[in-house]
């Protein structure tokens, strides 16, 4: 049986896959079975973020796994705790609790969240406020964090304890914390899953005063546009927010599992001996790897972001068929005048794979895409969403 026969009949079908099978890759470029050349627009979701065996990563992966690839939480290793440093000193946050997806990492921080509001307030203060349209992972609990009714729908009862606020008006978040008992919001700073929607800057000051007015932890979801990706290294450092927990996976781990959740002052010591664990968490392969990815997002990789950026925005905006184009650095929405899976799959015939969000398409390049491979990708797009 070929590769996609098996994979038809041995895997739960919740994907629906495009119709290539990847052999192998190289930085921003893939090829499929059939020998075919594609320029890699997607990463993998944000996760490659120095693209496709990457050497230095390779390098630094392999050279742990020549050590040893697990030992359990129950004895101390080099990789996790220099990764935790790092962590730290690059953000000020103070204490790391590392699992293997961004899921993982927003459960940790909504349980610290909640410990953090039941011991200063009291059990009732349990409640969290994400947004509308927002996406925090497929568990029970971070499906019930996620603000679209769409994911809720087929699951239930799901966790209890969120409600939601409209990033389009500011007042909802006032209005749900006087009206219930509240221990944190959590936000996105450029929505992906929803739509490749930056928060609003009306949002982000409401946010600010409500969550100091309030005693309220603010919580980035840093899953995707976090380690680099939007040309700072978390996105909500070019929102002027200052949040007490930090979660991110994706990018970190350059594609090893792994999630994080960052805490700050506040929330440093919430969770103790026993509250919370993971095995495979703090991996030594994944976070050799991370370290590989997160020492090379330098003032100079981060001027790069910025630049590919722009050069993308100004290849779309008012392109012909072209709506308008979204995001922050490498995380870009384009919303078209065709339908989005037509342009993908024109995109993909003339050799470039680019992803969707909602009805727009989503571009997630590898942070070091060549100019000229970048280029060559942005004619091939503005192409097929000419009308
Ligand atoms: C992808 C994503 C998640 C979930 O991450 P997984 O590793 O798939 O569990 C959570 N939050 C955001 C913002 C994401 O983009």
């Not at 390098?59 to 996790?80: G, K, M, R």
């Not at 509240?182 to 739509?195: K, S």
């Not at 003339?350 to 009805?359: F, I, M, N, R, S």
């Amino acid at each position: 049986m070929t590769t996609k026969e098996l994979d038809r009949q041995y895997i739960a079908p919740t994907y629906a896959r495009f119709p290539i099978e990847i052999v192998s890759g190289k930085g921003s470029l893939m090829t499929d079975d059939a020998g075919k050349e594609y320029i890699d627009m997607g990463t993998g979701i944000a996760v490659n973020t120095f693209g496709l065996a990457d050497e230095a990563w390779i390098a630094a992966v392999t050279e742990q796994l020549d050590q040893f690839q697990h030992t359990s939480n129950l004895y101390y290793t080099a990789p996790c705790a220099q990764l935790a440093q790092m962590l730290c000193e690059r953000t000020g946050m103070k204490k790391v609790f590392f699992g293997n997806s961004g899921a993982e990492a927003n459960e940790c921080a909504i349980k610290a969240a909640r410990k953090y509001a039941q011991d200063k307030k009291g059990a009732e203060y349990y409640n969290i406020i994400t947004l509308k349209n927002s996406f925090h992972g497929r568990t029970i609990t971070t499906l019930a964090a996620t603000g679209q009714d769409v994911f809720h729908q087929k699951f239930t009862p799901l966790t209890p304890g969120f409600l939601y606020a409209d990033p389009a008006d500011p007042e909802s978040l006032d209005k749900l914390v006087e009206e219930n008992n509240v221990a944190a919001i959590m936000f996105e700073a450029v929505q992906g899953e929803g739509g490749v929607l930056p928060l609003p800057e009306d949002f982000v000051k409401t946010m600010k005063r409500v969550a100091a007015e309030h005693d309220l932890l603010l919580i980035a979801d840093e899953v995707q546009i976090g380690n680099g990706r939007s040309g700072a290294l978390y996105g909500y450092m070019n929102l002027g927010l200052d949040p007490d927990i930090v979660t991110t996976a994706k990018g970190l781990g350059g594609g090893l599992p792994l999630g994080v959740c960052l805490l700050g002052e506040k929330a440093e010591n919430v969770l103790g001996s026993g509250d919370h664990g993971s095995t495979f968490g703090g991996n030594p392969v994944a976070c050799a790897g991370a370290i590989s990815i997160l020492s090379r997002l330098t003032e100079e990789t981060l001027a790069g972001v910025r630049a590919r950026s722009e050069r993308i925005f100004s290849a779309l905006e008012g392109a012909p068929g072209v709506k308008s184009v979204t995001g922050m650095g490498l995380m870009i929405g384009i919303e078209t005048e065709k339908p989005a899976g037509e342009i993908v799959a024109t995109c993909r015939e003339a050799g470039v794979l680019v992803l969707t969000a909602k009805q727009k398409l989503r571009l997630l390049p590898a942070l070091n895409i060549p100019e000229e491979l970048l280029d060559r990708a942005l004619s091939v797009i503005r192409a097929a969403c000419a009308v």
